[in-house]
């Protein structure tokens, strides 16, 4: 197995309004457990993003920012030419609709997006998507359930190449009716979940070592932190209201 890891967590002044540089500190905890050294690099927005990472994390983030994020990261084109490259990249909510083709920005206006997902996000016209989420990972995964918590408006549409992450059992996800939560490629990845998403589902961070290291499988670590974590929060959200 291959000892080294580049960790790269874009844009924390931007995009990490929801606690969701918890998710760079699970993938970066988990791959030391396995006994690998990690190299993690946060670059902030007035900084280039590098090109040789092998895993890049994205977080959430409000309107503002997340137009300023678009922006920056076009003109940039780091993150881009990392995906040509072969890297990972895991986005959560703002981020995850940056990179799809187009989403709406807080002047109401289109804004362009990086096209690395084949999705489009629109403004929603009804409440607002806010809770609790259980749904089914795609089984081509190999993951259990997926838990989160999520806090969106956008609704975010899924073209052709873009198969969803999970299928909802509680909660709204992309918030276009069909049951539909988050999207991937091979190499890229988006949800509208928070949590953060990777300490309730630690399971998603080992995918994104694997996928990183060309493995199919990583030594055992101790699990049970997480675990007691996922059947707290799985019970609060099935108890009746």
Known sequence: MNNGLRLVWVYPDLLSTYGDQGNALVVERRAR????????????????VP??????????????????AAERLRRDGG?????????????????????????VNDLGEREQGLGLLDVVSTRGEGARCVGDVLADIDPQLGLPPLTGFENH????HLGPTARPFARVQLGRGNGTGDGTEGAYNDTVFGTYMHGPVMARNPQIADLLLKL???VNALPPTDDRWYEALRAERIASATQPA
């Open 33 to 48: 457990q396995r006994g690998l050294d990690v190299q993690r690099v946060d670059v902030r927005s007035d900084q280039p």
């Open 51 to 68: 090109t040789s990472g092998d895993i890049y994390l994205i977080g959430g983030g409000e309107d503002r920012p997340q137009r300023l």
């Open 79 to 103: 993150l881009a030419r990392a995906a040509s490259n072969g890297a990972i990249i895991f986005s959560v909510c703002a981020g995850y609709q940056i990179l799809g083709h187009e989403f």
């Open 153 to 156: 408006q956008g609704v975010t």
């Open 212 to 214: 990183a290291l060309d």
